[in-house]
């Protein structure tokens, strides 16, 4: 699987990156999860910038995976039934880059509480967060509403997740 499409290569090119570059990933990351092999190429990089972008702001993402344990993170993981593992800062650190164990792409806000799904993999949700696509807004059946964009998105929106619109993909 060939993690960079054409349309972001630039950027990782631009921050670094070479083919075949490969740095040490931290212990705590197992080496099955799909996270693993995309630390190991692009960790200790920072990619891209925070500009104006087709939606809204583009965004910065900052390699590295420390363990950051996080409760809305943890309450997401149990819902969709997967492994999160940490991808890195985005945004100046306002958010954090999550890879689930299946590869999907998640977003969650550190300064507002929110949780936003990026991509169905990890070129898709890059691609989203460089060129400055929205994500879409989760919400879990406890949750009645989430402000994202200084929008408010409520329960039942149809651009709002839920754990079952991943439940039902997966079928």
Known sequence: ???????????????????????VVDSHVPRAHPAFRILQAFGELTVGHIGTGEECASSDIEFGCPACPDEQVDD????????????GDVHHGHGQLWLDSQGRLFLNGLVASMMLFVGHDFAQGIEALLK???????????QEDVMVWGERFRAGDPLVLTPSFFHARAL
């Open 132 to 142: 400055g696509y929205r994500s879409r807004p989760m919400l879990l059946p406890s």
């Open 76 to 87: 997401w993981q149990e819902a969709l039934r997967t492994d999160f593992v940490c991808l």
């Open 1 to 23: 699987m060939n993690l960079l499409t054409p349309n972001i290569e630039p950027f990782f090119r631009a921050a670094g990156w070479v083919p075949g570059r490969a740095v």
